[in-house]
């Protein structure tokens, strides 16, 4: 199964929200995002290499509390990947690791919709705030053109009760609430997904229940 975490807008939090579904299903998440990567990069060959035919997936996969493979941060490195492969990468990985879940970049550039071409699925992080369904909505269209159903919506971040029905009705798909919580930028902080980090959090119980529904 291969699921794209994907997002109307930069700064949801939609990162550490496929880190975290990862880690519920013990499985790998790539970072995706080749020009603007945020998952924990380490050291060795990364995404950049493995698109530019340097080095195989199994090379640059990283372990720890969760597998990740990781994206490089260099201009360069973007430029020479060739996003035709990404899909075979990914099938690579699944046939390893069963659930691979893509950290995809956010918004409507050229490259997001790769990740979501090839994926089985997709899980869309949003703000609770009510002008962010909008471009929530654009990116669930354009799922849609590749075929890729919606499984799920995660609204990240909330500090009072969002308007679930709505946003769930909007876009097709049932809503989780993420609340906001200073544990989870810790977990962050440390590279510890929240779900393990704090398991009986509100934050740690909401990705789980995300994660069953995929």
Aim: charged share 25%; hydrophobic share 45%; with cysteine.
């Amino acid at each position: 199964m291969i699921v794209a975490v994907a997002g109307g807008k930069g700064g949801v939090g939609k990162t550490t929200v496929a880190y975290n579904l990862a880690a519920a299903r013990a499985g790998v998440v790539i970072d995706a995002d080749l020009s603007m990567a945020d998952l924990p990069e380490g050291s060795g060959p990364d995404l950049h290499d493995v698109l530019a035919g340097r080095a195989t997936p199994r090379e640059c996969l990283r372990g720890g509390p969760v597998t990740v493979l990781p994206c490089g941060r260099s201009l360069a490195g973007a430029r020479a990947s060739d996003l035709r492969r990404l899909s075979g990468v990914l099938r690579s990985i699944e046939r390893d690791h069963r659930t691979v879940i893509v950290d995809c970049p956010a918004g409507r550039r050229a490259d997001a919709g790769v990740p979501l071409a090839a994926a089985d699925r997709c899980v869309l992080v949003v703000s609770p705030r009510a002008f962010a369904l909008p471009d929530a909505i654009r990116t669930r269209e354009m799922a849609r053109q590749f075929g890729t159903g919606l499984s799920a919506v995660a609204i990240n971040r909330v500090v009072e009760p969002p308007p679930k029905a709505r946003i769930a009705d909007a876009l097709g798909a049932p809503a989780e609430a993420i609340p906001a919580d200073p544990r989870v930028a810790r977990s962050v902080i440390e590279e510890r997904p929240i779900v393990t980090a704090a398991p009986e959090s509100e934050p740690a119980e909401a990705i789980t229940s995300l994660a069953s529904r995929l």
